[in-house]
């Protein structure tokens, strides 16, 4: 999964060195505590992206409303403010990690290039970059298969991972990665749909407006979209993330 939660209004949700150090140290007690791996993360001035493996479907939650509450206490007590800090509830997309693990990875990892605050990933602090990249200890990581299948040993997987940084992220994919997040999607092509309708035994398409939605012929071009080459299909979200 695909985690983001941001500020209120946008506004800064980390001052100083020390906040961005807090809000570790409660996401690494929250994730363990709700059995949720993460892969990926990156702490921005006014958001955070995370990228998780939920052991269970409550887990992700469960361990965001605790950060929220217990992080929200401190800014409060800190900056002797009270109120809101955080933009409603976090959003979310279940990600095809066989297709799109990497990809999302490097999305999270680059949104302080994008931003333009650093020129390359490993000069900002607060990612996983430095640990998915070069290997600095980092208790947040839990590495996913995928990242351990990259290569036998660390040094020539951390290699193989700071290879994948040399081309860009495609606009259309960047844009389907925040669509499928913003809206609570699925992002997958349609076998990976197809596994996800079967587990939660109801479809998560998002269907096509106008024409005839009961014919054989519009549900064979639904069926086929992907396969012709159309990329990734963001699709209707779901209740439970």
Do not use: K
């Not at 949720?36 to 469960?62: F, K």
């Not at 014919?215 to 159309?230: E, K, N, R, V």
């Amino acid at each position: 999964m695909h985690v983001i939660q941001r500020g209120n209004n946008r506004t800064a949700t980390f001052r100083s060195a020390g906040d961005f150090e807090h809000y570790r140290s409660t996401l690494f007690n929250a994730c363990r505590r709700f059995r949720c791996a993460i892969h990926a993360y990156v702490l921005m001035r006014n958001h955070v992206h995370l990228l998780i493996t939920p052991e269970d479907g409550d887990g992700p939650s469960l361990m965001m409303q605790t950060i929220g509450r217990r992080y929200v206490r401190y800014v409060n007590a800190r900056y002797h403010r009270t109120g809101t800090l955080w933009e409603g509830r976090f959003r979310s997309a279940v990600i095809d990690s066989e297709r799109y693990f990497f990809t999302c990875s490097r999305y999270i990892e680059l949104n302080p290039v994008r931003a333009q605050m650093v020129d390359h990933p490993h000069r900002y602090r607060w990612s996983s970059h430095r640990y998915n990249a070069f290997g600095e200890p980092d208790a947040l990581i839990a590495p996913h298969p995928l990242y351990r299948a990259l290569a036998s040993t660390p040094v020539n997987r951390q290699a193989v991972y700071r290879a994948l940084f040399r081309n860009a992220i495609e606009p259309q994919t960047l844009e389907q990665i925040r669509r499928a997040t913003n809206r609570g999607a699925v992002l997958g092509d349609a076998r990976f749909l197809d596994r996800i309708e079967a587990t939660l035994d109801r479809p998560v398409r998002r269907l096509a407006h106008g024409g005839d939605r009961r014919s054989p012929a519009f549900h064979a071009s639904q069926d086929l979209a992907p396969a012709l080459g159309g990329g990734p299909r963001v699709v209707a979200p779901f209740q439970r993330l």
